[in-house]
């Protein structure tokens, strides 16, 4: 009952704020404006990230006791923080340097708070012990998805989408084992974004900013560590990697790219995975429809592969018949 009510109220709590959010930004001036590198063209409100966090908040915070105010309460404060970062960001375009120094602050304040990945579970059975390297590897994981999830916020409801399909899945593994509070905060995630994406989808009428984006890489690497990475359940840590493949793949690809260039690492480019299927030919829902495609068959094998009692043949056909499938309705969209 609890994940229900999780739930429920997340999605409410961002679909009711996002309008205050849109006009609260329209009034400050607070605007994403047209022309470079971007895709939309006219100028649209940012300060969504604002109302995503008030529905993980809300969903988090009605449902205190089932996770234990212990572990949702530093969560909850950092979530936050990192959300103000992004703000800041949208706002006055702070220096990628003093961006990286929020996240840092962050990752460690997480640490801090007893979430971090002390042990791997792998798929043979057991467990791999990180032992010192805990911090970095967590603070590496932590900084490295929320600035994963702000790279694929190029198109009209992608990253909200894609953190959706990631979150139900992560949710799912979590609950089954046995993982309540990882459970509620992966529902909230997925909540706050649905709610938040019936005003963010093509054309959108409001963005989420590095304040969506940075909150939602944030929630989904908690998550992560907390009910995937260190279980000592049959579900292996290979599925948030496998689920989180597509911001994990651009963003390398992207590195490699710039520094190939002999380009600043932060710096921007229209050759993400959404720029390319747009000079494809695929329009915006086009392409925003493919990758939802692609996340949601990542998905299915993480999930598949954490089971691990279906064979591997049944996998794949599954996730084929869905991308071929997916892929042709995604080119009917728009």
């Known amino acids: 009952m609890a994940i229900v009510i999780s739930f429920l109220l997340a999605l409410l709590g961002a679909y009711l704020s996002t309008p205050l959010c849109r006009e609260l930004a329209k009034r400050w001036g607070v605007m994403d404006q047209p022309g470079g590198r971007k895709v939309h063209r006219q100028s649209t409100p940012y300060l969504g990230g604002v109302a995503i966090l008030v529905g993980i908040l809300s969903g988090m915070g009605a449902t205190w006791g089932a996770g234990g105010g212990a572990l949702f309460g530093p969560v909850m404060i950092l979530a936050l923080g990192i959300t103000l970062v992004g703000v800041v960001d949208d706002i006055w375009s702070i220096r990628p340097v003093v961006k990286l120094g929020g ?3 962050i990752a460690g304040g997480t640490i801090m708070a007893g979430i971090s990945v002390p042990s791997i579970a792998h798929p043979a059975g057991g467990q791999w012990i990180v032992g010192a390297l805990h911090i970095p590897f ?30 139900i899945c992560l949710g799912i593994v979590s609950i089954m084992g046995g993982n309540i509070p990882a459970g509620i905060m992966a529902v909230c995630i997925a909540g706050a974004g649905i709610g938040f994406l019936k005003y ?6 409001i963005f989420m900013g590095d304040a969506g984006s940075l909150l939602l890489g944030y929630m989904l690497s ?25 911001p994990i793949l651009d963003t390398a690809f992207a590195i490699v790219r710039r520094l190939r260039r ?13 720029h390319q299927l747009l000079r494809s030919g695929y329009t915006v829902k086009q392409s925003v429809g493919v990758i939802y495609v692609i996340s949601l068959a990542l998905s299915l094998v993480g999930f598949g592969v954490g089971l ?10 599954l996730v084929v018949t869905v991308l071929c499938g997916g892929i042709r309705w995604g080119m009917t969209q728009g």
């Open 103 to 105: 996240q840092l602050l």
């Open 262 to 274: 002999g380009q600043p690492i932060f710096s921007a480019d229209k050759d993400h995975f959404h």
């Open 222 to 246: 908690v998550v992560s560590m907390l009910g995937v990475f260190s279980s000592t359940h049959t579900f292996s840590s290979a599925i948030p990697i496998i689920v989180l493949a597509i």
């Open 138 to 167: 967590a603070m590496l994981w932590m900084v490295g998805m929320m600035n994963m999830i702000n790279l694929i916020d190029g198109l009209d409801g992608l990253a909200g989408g894609v953190s959706v399909i990631s979150a």
């Open 200 to 205: 963010n989808t093509n054309p959108a009428t």
């Open 308 to 317: 691990g009692s279906t064979p591997t043949g049944v996998w794949v056909i």
